[in-house]
T-cell receptor, first 114, second 112 residues
Framework: EPEVTQTPSHQVTQMGQEVILRCVPI?????FYWYRQILGQKVEFLVS????????KSEIFDDQFSVERPDGSNFTLKIRSTNLEDSAMYFC????????????FGSGTQLSVL | GENVEQHPSTLSVQEGDSAVIKCTYS??????FPWYKQELGKRPQLIID?????GEKKDQRIAVTLNKTAKHFSLHITETQPEDSAVYFC???????????FGQGTRLTINP
């Protein structure tokens, strides 16, 4: 079965630093998402992306966050200046036709902000 | 508002017994309800889903029921096995939006 791949699996950074989390969605998928999960808590929606623009974003996705599809395969999440509260597991996901169809999640990037 | 409530937060059952996890949602326009299983340190994996035009769906030992009037849906696992131990999340689509809202999760433990 095709997979969404994410790199790195772990990222440790200092507060105030910029981080970029990378994802390669499944090749024929058109909708891309970022979710995050703070340890022991539920999965929270951050942003959805379709046709090279943001479709939806949550209140968590403030001006510190941005997403980009720099080429035909990668999908990135950038946090401009990390805070301690940004420490979480970040999951990328993709689907072929949108949210009303199976979402395939990547294996996640564990972000630790010190 | 957009909210999905999930109960119970923890559930412990004997191997071979059934487990039921329940969720309620607030958006009457929600039309897609997936269930995810998450093992420790792993990604959420879809185990079953149901759309609003269907009241029940079954896949081997797993079934999901949906009551649109009451805005709740449930996951049923029969003949539970130790490998069913995990955290289970329900989710609901939000009408007109490209996002899923997740419940708080249920930690299911199957006791041998």
């Amino acid at each position: 079965e095709p997979e969404v791949t994410q790199t790195p699996s772990h990222q440790v950074t200092q507060m105030g630093q910029e981080v970029i989390l990378r994802c390669v969605p499944i090749s024929n998928h058109l909708y891309f998402y970022w979710y995050r999960q703070i340890l022991g808590q539920k999965v929270e929606f951050l942003v959805s992306f379709y046709n090279n623009e943001i479709s939806e974003k949550s209140e968590i996705f403030d001006d510190q966050f941005s997403v980009e599809r720099p080429d035909g395969s990668n999908f990135t999440l950038k946090i401009r200046s990390t805070n301690l509260e940004d420490s979480a597991m970040y999951f990328c996901a993709s689907s072929r036709t949108g949210v009303a169809e199976k979402l395939f999640f990547g294996s996640g990037t564990q972000l630790s902000v010190l | 508002g957009e909210n999905v409530e999930q109960h119970p937060s923890t559930l412990s059952v004997q191997e071979g017994d059934s487990a039921v996890i329940k969720c309620t949602y607030s958006d009457s326009a929600s039309n897609y309800f997936p269930w995810y299983k998450q093992e420790l340190g792993k990604r959420p994996q879809l185990i079953i889903d149901i759309r609003s035009n269907v009241g029940e769906k079954k896949d081997q030992r797993i079934a999901v029921t949906l009551n649109k009037t009451a805005k709740h849906f449930s996951l049923h696992i029969t003949e539970t096995q130790p490998e069913d131990s995990a955290v289970y999340f329900c989710a609901a689509s939000i009408g007109g939006a490209q996002k899923l809202v997740f419940g708080q999760g249920t930690r299911l433990t199957i006791n041998p």
